[in-house]
């Protein structure tokens, strides 16, 4: 068997920033085993698989099944991934439609092409207020004795954002330094699955982003995911209300970097816009 893979450098207009993922590209559905061996052979935070349905071809067909697996198991929602996804359709297979569908556990994903970008049309998982006390011994994992804004829990993506206090900066975001292993003994109940540590924005530095943040997520395999499409789900909706902005551009600030354009819409549903480098292309054989 041999299968089109690439890997894309999402988030980013330039080589080797972003998040990069594997995108394979699916003629007849796999073995389960088989996508999850795939993906840790690739090794990268995730390695989408985008999947062919019957009567359609990947430069004409509209619609296509999406799966997302991490090293270590398979996601419900992958941002970056997705976006990558659709720069293999849109900018090597000359997808001819103007938008596409991707059929996933998370329901039906709408990507379309604008400009030099792609905007994909994503569920916004507004997060809940927490108690702090009740992850006491996770946040000083986390974030050290730096001080915290607050806390809120995303049930449906199982993300828990902390927000540091505004007298922290963008440097004391970069310099954290979470042990994976110290992670994973301070939380083992199976209620979260990545933390996100988000940080109101510097206005007036150019580009004026909105809101920083560093995604961390050894739960499924990822110490740190440089860029963070599903996280946005989450931070979007917070620092929309805390903002009181719809539209939003925010930064991740992992070593690699990534910038994403954010816009809550009218249904209640997020637009997240970036851009993607396709930087290899090959054939996986099995």
Known sequence: MEIPIFTVDAFTNVPFKGNPAAVCLIENELQDDLYQSI???????????????????FSTGSRFGLRWFTPKSEVALCGHATLASSAVLFYLKKNINPFVVFETMSGELCVRRHE??????????????????????????????LPIECVCYSPTTKKLMIRLADTCDRSDLVSLRPEAESLLRSETTGKIKSVVVTLKGAQNAQP????????????????????????????????????????????????????????????????????????LQGTLKI
Not at 128 to 135: R, T
Not at 263 to 277: K, N, P, S
């Open 39 to 57: 993906a840790s052979e690739m090794n990268l935070s995730e390695t989408a698989f985008v999947i062919k349905h019957k009567s359609m071809d």
């Open 116 to 145: 030099d970008s792609i905007i994909m049309d994503f569920p916004l998982n507004k997060p809940q207020p927490q108690d702090q006390c009740e992850f006491k011994h996770l946040l000083t994992a986390v974030v050290g004795d």
């Open 208 to 279: 004026g982003y909105d809101f920083y943040s560093r995604n961390f997520a050894p739960w499924v395999g990822i110490p740190e995911d440089p860029v963070t499409g599903s996280a946005h789900t989450v931070l979007a909706g917070y620092w929309s209300e805390k903002l009181k902005k719809k539209k939003m551009l925010a930064y991740q600030c992992s070593s690699r970097g990534g910038e994403l354009k954010l816009e809550i819409r009218d249904d209640g549903r997020l637009d997240i816009t970036g851009q993607a480098q396709i930087i």
